[in-house]
């Protein structure tokens, strides 16, 4: 089983990144997708998730309206488009998986920062 999350890097307030987290050794479309995030000094904590079925989305609070969750079942593959990007927003970001498991990616890290 494989999350190998990429994407990340060091952008500036404001800008935007693309997250994917490509996923293999499992029935990809049968899980639910998340990404979390840790940043320094901080727990790890949700910040969007995509059900199996229906595509049903949620997101933190923080950052509802900027950041975008959605995947392709044919690639195996979860996005995580993130606007309008804050320094706050800078943390490692994992992708995770839910079904009859839990997997967990390495994470990536995000940087935002002028």
């Known amino acids: 089983v494989q999350l190998v999350e990429s994407g990340g890097g060091l952008v500036q307030p404001g800008g935007s990144l693309r997250l994917s987290c490509a996923a293999s050794?499992?029935?990809?479309?049968?899980?639910?997708m998340n990404w979390y995030r840790q940043g320094p000094g901080k727990g790890r904590g949700l910040v969007a998730g995509?059900?199996?079925?229906?595509?049903?989305?949620k997101y933190a609070d923080s950052v509802k309206g900027r950041f975008a969750i959605s995947r392709g079942n044919v690639k195996n593959t979860v996005y995580l488009q993130m606007n309008s990007l804050k320094p706050e927003d800078t943390a490692v970001y994992y992708c995770n998986a839910v079904y009859l498991r839990t997997y967990w990616g390495q994470g990536t890290q995000v940087t935002v920062s002028s």
């Open positions: 995509i059900t199996s079925v229906g595509g049903l989305t």
């Open positions: 050794g499992f029935t990809f479309s049968s899980y639910d």
